[in-house]
Nanobody, 124 residues
Framework: QVQLVESGGGLVQAGGSLRLSCAAS????????MGWFRQAPEKEREFVTS????????RYANSVKGRFTISRDNAKNTMYLQMNNLKPEDTAVYYC?????????????????WGQGTQVTVSS
């Protein structure tokens, strides 16, 4: 069992930065890949980025590549999402998720545990 709690969301102007955190409880955090998804109003939830259990491999959605950076600290059971050069289209509820496997995955069905989400709003 893994419980996830996101923090760090908020309101920021376009071009600004935010850093999201995802704190995990449970003994299997360090053996699982982790990911961030987001859901904008009236849209489907979409993949943002994923990181392998070692932290050595990452994958990004094209829409955030070069602006967002995912990282993890297994000693602290915490994952991060550094978001730079934010755009209004990044406005969404951001969810962290723990995968069923150690390798990076981009599909929702591969994730076994989800956080409650944190709101990110980017004003123009």
């Amino acid at each position: 069992q893994v419980q996830l709690v996101e923090s760090g969301g908020g309101l920021v102007q376009a071009g600004g930065s935010l850093r999201l955190s995802c704190a995990a409880s449970g003994r299997t955090f360090s053996s699982r890949a982790m990911g961030w998804f987001r859901q904008a109003p009236e849209k489907e939830r979409e993949f943002v980025t994923s990181i392998s259990w070692t932290g050595n491999n990452m994958r990004y959605a094209n829409s955030v590549k070069g602006r967002f950076t995912i990282s993890r600290d297994n000693a602290k059971n915490t994952m991060y999402l550094q978001m730079n050069n934010l755009k209004p289209e990044d406005t969404a509820v951001y969810y962290c998720a723990a995968a069923q496997s150690p390798g990076i995955v981009a599909t929702e069905s591969e994730y076994a545990y989800w956080g409650q989400g944190t709101q990110v709003t980017v004003s123009s």
